[in-house]
């Protein structure tokens, strides 16, 4: 197995969620680290792929909503400063794959599988070669202990439940 290396410069963690059931709030981690393990990256079936974000690395555009997503109602980071997943099994989908594992947020562990598709792979101006893949994945927010909200007078919720996850990797060999 070799090792390969996220190229954070051309990668992103990001999520997004319903706001006010109207529109959507996006978002990224700025601070995470990876392990890609993989035979060849061409077939991820052999890849062992692991993360960890640093929660009060959150960035979603407003300072005052990072505050609150830092503080106990949401992630906790005093208590809960990273979010893990670990894959525990790749199957292929056609061209694409389906990524399951487990993903860690404040102490809960839960299965979650990642829809991931291989974008393709090309060498960099210096000779190296780059591997691209998007990844996505839905999870139930208030499964992970992130329960807070507030009723709207119109009806419905500010936050909703559903968070949508997003990855995009740009990988190449570990030096």
Do not use: C
């Amino acid at each position: 197995m070799a090792k390969w290396t996220v190229d954070q410069a051309h990668s992103s963690i990001g999520f997004e969620v319903k706001h006010m059931m109207v529109s959507k709030v996006k978002g990224q981690f700025e601070t995470y680290t990876a392990e890609v393990e993989a035979v060849e990256l061409t077939d991820l079936t052999s890849a062992s792929i692991g993360f960890e974000f640093d929660v009060a690395s959150i960035n979603t555009r407003n300072e005052d909503r990072d505050n609150h997503l830092r503080s106990a109602d949401f992630f906790d980071v005093e208590n809960y400063s990273a979010i893990e997943f670990k894959s525990t099994s790749i199957t292929k989908a056609g061209d694409d794959y389906k990524v399951t594992g487990d993903l860690t947020i404040k102490d809960v562990t839960k299965s979650v599988t990642f829809d991931v598709e291989f974008g393709g792979k090309g060498t960099n101006p210096w000779g190296v070669e780059v591997y691209g893949f998007e990844a996505e994945a839905k999870i139930n927010r208030e499964e992970f202990g992130l329960t807070w909200n507030a009723a709207l007078e119109t009806g419905g919720v500010l936050v909703g439940k559903d968070i949508k996850i997003k990855v995009e990797l740009e990988v190449n060999p570990a030096a």
